[in-house]
């Protein structure tokens, strides 16, 4: 019940994505998927195998573990019970020593992604009791410890060293951790005494997740602290602590180079010591971003570190550089700066040279994807002149501007500290390049937080929301997915010129196989052929939510899961409409559900995109129907175009619901036709009164046109609140009968609706809103009440004049007097 | 015959009967000897042919006591050419200097007065005349037009902080309805206050009196807006400085000269407000007559423009017989004797060995003593144990805790939104490895001040994330650190102390320049300096300069303000905060602060021994900060070594020490003592089974027992937000809670004694000794055996016995 009250309350949340307004009545999302919430362990030796616990929900009838890198896989997957299942994972002995995303694939869908650590060294499990000073778990130098902080726990371990031994402690603890599940590890390295050699919190390198490099004093046992930053802990805060002397840099200098090429890099490690490595990099790298593994005779970094990709000439730091009028040397554009913020109150700056109205990218990368210490400041400068421009942080703590030149000459790069601070692993790189096109894809997600992913039923369809990234360049563009699983497709993924987001249907047909992959999302521009650009996916998965959700770890993937799941016992059908909707109108959608014999269980129905102005609720169809209809309506700005529409259709087949989607139909929004034009009307309690309506038809329409006034005030009513519009009129008169114990009031609530039948359908637009004041009748002057009125001769019938607008009664009064 | 027979009690019968008294005084054997007599103000300045003086005359006893004699004195001017005295009031005859002088008793006392354009009326100016006008009226108090939105559709400027405005709404407001230039005694503004017309307020100034006189002139001179603003007044001097009067009903007359920027003075006797603090000691009339009361100490306060000073005035009885002791103990005890001296004030014994054992330890360190400890006290001949048992306790790290405790709740640590639990428990952890490295106060108010970086990587970053309303940041700065209370000058210039609001925003603008930015984990914020960034005038939006706190305008320009405001702060001439820091020390020991309460300095709440918060500021300082010397001295001394017990003479006095103050201690050391005597263990969020109340991290971690005995809440700075108030509910929680009846089985102390053979009687001295440092006296031990017989069952008498001592006041009490 919880669940589902979650469900629907994510639900509301993401139609506010959405373009139109939907009044949702039920949810389609992702909770209803298989979610892997516990592991019993997480992480591996390379080469070795382990079996592994996952529990959560509705993976009982899993079938495979999706790994979004090699290197890893599965076997043994058995299951404990509907929320248990176990499997056997494998790492070879080639796979990279990181962190490893994976999926559990069901019968029914595709979980939450979850995390799976590679280690070099051989695992030793934490042993209770340890969590004194004096009874610290004594481990072998290189190993990988699996432990857990339980609430207000902690974990020592003993190490004994030589003196100048190396040794390096990294934590693997908060990047395993699983949305609101936030284990913010600590840790600290003492002497046999009790002196803090070393300790760290947050390490940035790693997140929050810990990071200690010492060089041991003396010979003797040293004694590692593992606990929750401020004590907290629970069974599901697990950690693997990487202990020995493997090398550790946390920053490389130069932070990245040209594809294909190796880059022979500086390392640093947290001590500030400094060797050279040679690591390959890819030919072509979609994200500009590589990880490389620092590595030492036989050992390995537990982690990689990241560095950029990119066709530019690098620059490396040569001191003086700190100021910019003196600095002999300037570098064409495109060009790739590389420096450490050594000192405190450093500032580097680099000298460029660039032509009037170039349009710069000028991007320093520290944070991300260096992980370096610098939050980079970022300022412009002219040589020989002052300031330009600057700027601190762009969405992230690193810097980004885009510069245009404003004329020839050599411009300074100035990069320092927000606080001013520096060190000898303060790395940065900043690449000025002249501003490219580039384009790319990303999916949006059903449910918000919750990064999405493809299941189609065998014989069926699913769709997504996909968009079309593009920068410094525009036109039309199609996505394409190549390389889906066997005997499935997907609809075709233009993207007019004027649009970033469609709706893509994967379709699998009946006798697909189960099977399930890792696929992009390639975007293509149909114009300019001489573009050879090609985009790629890029999509983000939140791994943990911090307080309101907030964004707090999780990780880009280029690559979108898409699984065929079984069948579904009903398909889905929208009855393309003849007529279009108007602004200001509303359409009857005809949806037919076809269902498998014995099947009667209610389907539920929304649209996955409402076009834009376009509003809807959506729909149950009840177990004993196969046809509901669905009300849209346009507000006045819906934007006229025929777009294509399709829904989703959700039911619970037992093991959790299943949703296909239909195929598309078009959706026709099309101007207004009437225009109503409305005036007050003055009426007083008991007397009848006409309301006189402005309307005329904007263009020619096929069929019977009609015109329904609504809403009139309680107790009053129209004799004929229908009338046929002639297509020359200009006004309808609507008699009203006001009683006498109407309550007296402005009554702001009276409309029209205007409709057009015809044999393809009905188009109705509703305008409003007409004001009708209802007064208490003036009392007669006393003397006239009292003089014995005469009785009255019936009056000729009055010649029929003409209805009277308020403002032409006002007038004709005025004329009067 | 005292002198309460010499000096008459109403004035209006004094010249009549001064001859006739003074034969009186005469004939008294032995004749009064005087030791002094002065004639107030000491120097007087009359700069215009409007001005004038009051002068008053005072005669000082050897005793001390003072005796206005300003009617006996016969009064001369060696130059009568150049002014003339009536009724004590100096007048100005033709300009230059001479010599006032007054002959009483045989003595003489001689004034300077100077006299300048003394040929020349001053012109009547708005801001200088007629504000202090209606502000000595009270028209612009709060209850009446200087409310905020103003009282019968006039408002004026609450205590006159804006005289522009003031003008503009009493001269152009609703038309020129206020002001009848054409018949200026029929304007409004006159007969509302004369009351002829209808008057909320009533009749505040009487027909033709001096103030009708100045508002009439103003109006005659066509109400004019002043051509420049007044000169703004620097000081204010009230005469005498201290008066001490004998008996009840004796009478002292006040004299106020104010002193502007262009260096006049100005007779302010009939246009500054007086109050007392201590109505039944010392009734001040309006004109600021002094009539004594009963037996006690009390500050006269005159209240003029921004500036408020205060006379002391001690009350004695007539015939007092006072023996005063000789001087022992330190610098401390000299500096009580000295006040006690004055009021003529017995001082209670010292306590006794056990007593101050228990005393000491829990004001040091929060815990009871064990009974050992208590026992090795106790049986130590040592003449200095006293001394070692101080310093031993010094040195242990509870000591540290109490005083991180209380740091914390003044710096509200305390998790909330913007605050994580991370960022509470990162921040009080270096506020406590802080205090137990002895970091000086003034290095760790420094490190506040100028916290930059990360609230996890800096902890003390904290103290500007904490609180982000740069207003109330300098609030609490000013409050905490200085112990002046400046929130009043928000809004208008302060009451009752000298602030305006041109020093509450200088002061703000200090922290004009703070920035905070996310950091990437979501719950850090990274607090850093600006350099930019300003704080405006709320009247006149003009930028504030940064200005220190009744101190300069400091240059700023290229600096972190903050660095220039905590090098001032923390300065060794920096008048308030030594002496705030000692202040608090000084109260924790003590029960009651010197200034009370501890962080509302400000001229109407005066020290009580200013002299002895100027010695404990001096050895702060002297010290370098290290507060552990000056607790060292405080509990060295005698006066935190006197008995509870008052003896007679002494038993109304709460601020003069002249003995200890019984006080309940404070609710986290309570729960952790009864914790401590019945062996058992609380657990709190973040700490092991078994921590200790006082080493809570985060303000926002409490239990049932800390809430009800006034744990502080840590909302604000306010040092009486952690309360020693009783209350219903703690008598209740003690008696029925689960705090002692539950915590006395949990711990099983009483099974221990019983297995290990102690009797009933061993195990009742066991409960007496563990909880209140001393055994039972013989009628207390043979009424609980009675009472373990009647129960039947002797464990549960026993329990009951426990429990009662734990009920009692003895326990929950420091005394």
Redesign the interface.
């Known amino acids: 019940m919880e669940c589902l009250r979650r469900c629907l309350r994510r639900d509301v949340l993401a139609t506010v994505v959405m373009h139109a307004v939907v009044i949702g009545s039920f949810s389609i999302t992702n909770a209803s998927q298989p979610e892997a919430n516990n592991l019993s362990a997480i992480g591996v030796q390379r080469g070795n195998s382990v079996e592994v616990q996952i529990s959560g929900a509705r993976v009982g009838d899993a079938r495979e573990l999706m790994f979004y890198s090699p290197g890893l896989s599965a076997s043994n997957i058995t299951k404990v019970d509907a929320n248990n299942i176990k499997a056997t994972i494998t790492a070879a002995p080639d796979a990279k020593t990181d962190l490893h995303g994976f999926r559990v694939i069901t019968e029914s869908g595709t979980s939450n992604m979850r995390l799976f650590g590679v280690s070099a060294l051989p695992s030793v499990a934490e042993t209770e009791p340890n969590s004194e000073f004096a009874q610290a778990q004594a481990i072998p130098k290189n190993s990988t410890i699996e432990g857990v902080v339980l609430n207000?726990d902690v974990d020592y371990f003993a190490v004994e060293l030589e003196a100048g031994e190396r040794l390096n402690v990294e934590l693997e603890g908060l990047r395993h951790s699983y949305m609101n599940d936030f284990f913010?590890p600590y840790v600290a390295v003492y002497d046999a005494n009790r002196f803090e050699i070393t300790a760290n919190?947050?390490s940035?390198f790693l997140?929050?997740d810990c990071l200690c490099s010492m060089v041991a004093p003396a010979k003797g046992r040293y004694i590692i602290e593992v606990r929750e930053?401020?004590?907290?802990g629970n069974e599901r805060a697990r950690y693997r602590l990487h202990v020995g002397d493997f090398p550790r840099p946390v920053a490389i200098l130069p932070a990245g180079g040209p594809p294909g090429q190796p880059l022979t890099a500086t390392c640093i490690d947290l001590l500030g010591n400094q060797w050279t490595e040679t690591f390959e990099m890819p030919a072509e790298s979609p994200t500009k971003i590589h990880s490389v593994w620092s590595t030492q005779g036989d050992k390995v970094a537990p982690s990689p570190n990241r560095v950029r990709v990119r066709a530019m000439p690098n620059v490396l730091e040569t001191e003086p550089n700190s100021d910019y009028n003196a600095i002999p040397t300037s570098h064409p554009v495109p060009v790739a700066f590389n420096g450490i913020l050594e000192t405190e109150s450093d500032r580097d700056y680099w000298v460029f040279e660039a032509k009037k109205d170039q349009q710069l990218d000028i991007q320093v990368f520290a944070?991300l994807p260096l992980r370096s210490q610098v939050?980079s400041v970022l300022q412009i400068f002219k040589v020989g002149g002052g300031g330009l421009a600057g700027n601190?942080?762009n969405g992230?703590?690193d810097s980004y501007l885009s510069f245009k030149v404003p004329e020839d000459g050599k411009y300074a790069v100035c990069v320092s500290d927000?606080?001013g601070r520096g060190g000898k692993h303060f790395v940065y790189r900043v690449e000025v390049s002249v501003a490219e096109a580039e384009i790319g894809t990303t999916v949006n997600e059903l449910e918000r937080y919750v990064s999405q992913t493809v299941n189609v039923p065998k014989g069926a369809r699913m769709a997504i929301e996909t968009n079309m990234v593009r920068k410094n360049v525009g036109g039309e563009a199609r996505i394409q997915v190549p390389d889906l699983p066997e005997k499935t497709n997907h609809s075709d993924g233009l993207v007019a010129a004027d649009q970033g987001t469609i709706q893509l249907i994967f379709r699998a047909d009946a006798d697909a196989p189960s099977t399930s992959k890792l696929v992009d999302l390639k975007g293509t521009l149909t114009v300019n052929p001489e573009l050879t650009l090609v985009g790629h996916l890029n999509q983000r998965t939140q791994l943990i939510r911090?307080?309101n959700n907030?964004d707090?770890w999780g990780r880009y993937d280029d690559r979108l899961a898409v699984t065929v799941v079984e069948a579904a016992p009903f398909d889905i059908e929208i009855v393309q409409s003849q007529v279009p909707i108007v602004r200001n109108g509303s359409l009857v959608l005809t949806i037919n559900a076809k269902r498998n014999p014995g099947f009667d269980k209610p389907i539920n129905v929304r649209l996955l995109t409402a076009p834009p102005g376009i509003g809807y609720s959506a729909v149950t169809i009840p177990g004993d129907q196969s046809t509901i209809q669905m009300n849209l309506t346009a507000n006045g700005g819906a934007a006229i175009r025929t777009w294509p529409i399709l829904v989703l259709a959700t039911t619970d087949i037992g093991n959790g619901p299943i949703t296909i989607a239909s195929e598309f139909v078009q959706l026709e929004v099309a101007d207004s036709l009437f225009n109503f034009k409305f005036t007050k009307t003055m009426a007083e309690q008991g007397k009848p009164v006409d309301v006189l309506v402005g309307v005329e038809m904007k263009r020619p329409a096929e069929g019977t046109i009609e015109v329904e006034i609504l809403g009139l005030p309680p107790g009053t009513a129209s004799p004929t609140p229908k009338l046929s519009l002639a297509p020359d009129a200009k006004q309808l008169v609507f008699p009203v009968n006001i009683p006498a114990e109407t309550r007296a009031g402005n009554y702001k609530t009276v409309v029209c609706r205007g409709t057009v039948t015809s044999d393809k359908g009905i188009i109705t637009q509703v305008n409003g809103n007409a004001e009708v004041q209802i007064d208490v009748p003036v009392a007669p002057p006393a003397a006239v009440a009292a003089a014995p009125a005469p009785m009255p001769a019936p009056a000729p019938d009055a010649p029929k004049e003409k209805p009277l607008t308020r403002l032409e009664q006002l007038r004709k009064e005025k004329g009067k007097q | 015959m005292s002198v309460e027979k010499i000096i008459p009690k109403k004035t209006v019968f004094f010249v009549a009967l001064s001859c006739c008294l003074q034969l009186v005084a005469f004939a008294q054997d032995p004749q009064p000897q005087w030791s002094a007599f002065t004639v107030y103000p000491s120097d007087i300045q009359i700069s215009s042919q409007s001005d004038s003086q009051h002068v008053i005359a005072v005669a000082t006893r050897p005793d001390g006591i003072t005796v206005d004699v300003s009617d006996q004195v016969a009064w001369r001017l060696e130059n009568p050419a150049l002014a003339r005295i009536e009724n004590l009031i100096v007048y100005p005859t033709a300009d230059g200097a001479t010599e006032l002088v007054g002959a009483w008793n045989g003595m003489e006392a001689r004034v300077k007065l100077t006299l300048t354009q003394t040929a020349t009326p001053r012109t009547v100016s708005f801001e200088r005349d007629v504000m202090p006008v209606l502000t000595k009226s009270g028209c612009n108090t709060g209850s009446c037009h200087g409310a905020a939105r103003g009282k019968d559709g006039f408002r004026l400027s609450l205590f006159g902080f804006d005289p522009l405005g003031d003008y503009q709404r009493i001269t152009r407001e609703i038309g020129i309805r206020r002001v009848n230039l054409a018949v200026p005694d029929q304007s409004l503004i006159l007969l509302k206050a004369t009351g002829a017309v209808q008057h909320t307020g009533g009749k505040k100034i009487e027909p033709g009196s001096k103030h009708y006189q100045t508002i009439l002139a103003w109006l005659q001179a066509g109400a004019p807006a002043d051509a420049t603003r007044t000169p703004v007044v620097t000081k204010v001097d009230l005469y005498p400085r201290q008066a001490v009067l004998e008996g009840e009903s004796s009478q002292q007359r006040l004299v106020a000269v104010a002193t502007y920027a262009d260096g006049t003075q100005r007779d302010v006797w009939d246009l500054a407000s007086f109050t007392t603090n201590n109505e039944r000691t010392a009734a001040v009339a309006f004109d600021g007559r002094i009539t004594s009361g009963v037996r006690g100490e009390a500050f006269v306060m005159a209240r003029f423009d921004t500036h408020t000073v205060g006379t002391q005035v001690l009350a004695l009885p007539s015939g007092l017989q006072f023996q005063p002791q000789p001087p022992t103990g330190n610098y401390i005890d000299g500096l009580v004797d000295a006040k006690l001296k004055k009021l003529r004030l017995p001082a209670s014994g010292l306590c006794t060995d056990a007593e101050f054992v228990r005393r000491a330890t829990v004001d040091i360190t929060g815990l009871l003593p064990t009974e050992e400890e208590t026992q090795a006290f106790l049986a130590n001949a040592d003449p200095n144990k006293r001394a070692s048992l101080i310093e031993s306790l010094l040195s242990r790290k509870e000591f540290s805790e109490i005083w991180a405790m209380k740091w914390a709740d003044l710096l509200m640590i305390k998790s909330k939104n913007e605050v994580s639990?991370?960022a509470a428990?990162?921040y009080y952890n270096w506020l406590i490895n802080q205090i137990a490295s002895n970091v000086p106060i003034d290095k760790i108010v420094r490190d506040l001040l100028m916290a930059?970086?990360g609230t996890?990587?800096s902890p003390a970053t904290n103290f500007y994330q904490v609180e982000q309303d740069r207003l109330k940041m300098s609030e609490n700065v000013a409050q905490v650190f200085m112990g002046i209370r400046t929130q009043c000058a928000q809004c208008h210039n302060h009451p009752f102390d000298r602030w305006t609001m041109d020093d509450y925003y200088g002061f703000a603008a200090f922290f004009s320049q703070v920035g905070r930015?996310q950091?990437?984990?979501?719950?850090?914020i990274?607090v850093?300096n600006t350099f930019g960034g300003e704080v405006n005038h709320p009247v006149g939006g003009a930028v504030v300069k940064p200005k220190f706190l009744g101190g300069v305008v400091p240059d700023t320009s290229g600096k972190d303000r903050r660095a220039v405001l905590a090098d001032w702060i923390t300065s060794t001439d920096n008048p308030y905060f030594a002496k705030s820091i000692a202040n608090r020390i000084w109260a924790h020991f003590t029960g009651v602060g010197i200034v009370d309460p501890v962080d509302d300095f400000r001229a109407s709440n005066p020290a009580s021994n200013p002299e002895l918060l100027d010695a404990l500021a001096g050895k702060l300082v002297e010290y370098k900060y290290d507060i552990k010397q000056l607790v060292r001295d405080i509990c060295n001394s005698q006066t935190y070594q006197r008995s509870t017990s008052p003896i007679e003479g002494n038993e109304q006095d709460l601020r003069n020490y002249s003995h200890g103050l019984v006080r309940r201690i404070p609710s986290e050391n309570l729960l952790d003592c009864i914790s401590q005597v019945t062996q058992t263990k609380e657990k709190f969020?973040?700490?092991?089974l078994g921590a200790r109340a006082v080493q809570i991290a985060d303000g926002a971690t409490s239990n049932y027992f800390l809430t009800t005995f006034g744990r502080s809440g840590r909302t604000t700075v306010c040092a009486d937000e952690a309360t020693t108030d009783p209350s219903l509910s703690q008598a209740l929680h003690l008696i029925n809670g689960g705090a002692v009846s539950g915590k006395i089985n949990q711990g099983g102390i009483l099974n221990q004694w019983k297995q290990q053979g102690l009797t009933p009687e061993a195990i009742i001295d066991r409960i007496y000794f563990r909880c209140l440092s001393r055994f039972p006296t013989e009628p207390e031990k043979s009424r609980l055996m009675q009472l373990i017989q009647e129960s039947g069952n002797p464990d549960v008498g026993l329990h009951d016995v426990f429990w009662a001592v734990l009920n009692s006041r003895e326990f929950i009490f420091n005394h």
């Open positions: 207000e913010d919190d947050d940035v997140q929050q930053s401020s004590f907290g944070r939050d601190d942080d992230n703590p927000h606080l911090g307080q907030v707090v | 639990y991370k428990y990162l930059t970086g996890f990587q930015k950091s990437e984990d979501y719950r850090q990274l850093f969020r973040g700490l092991p």
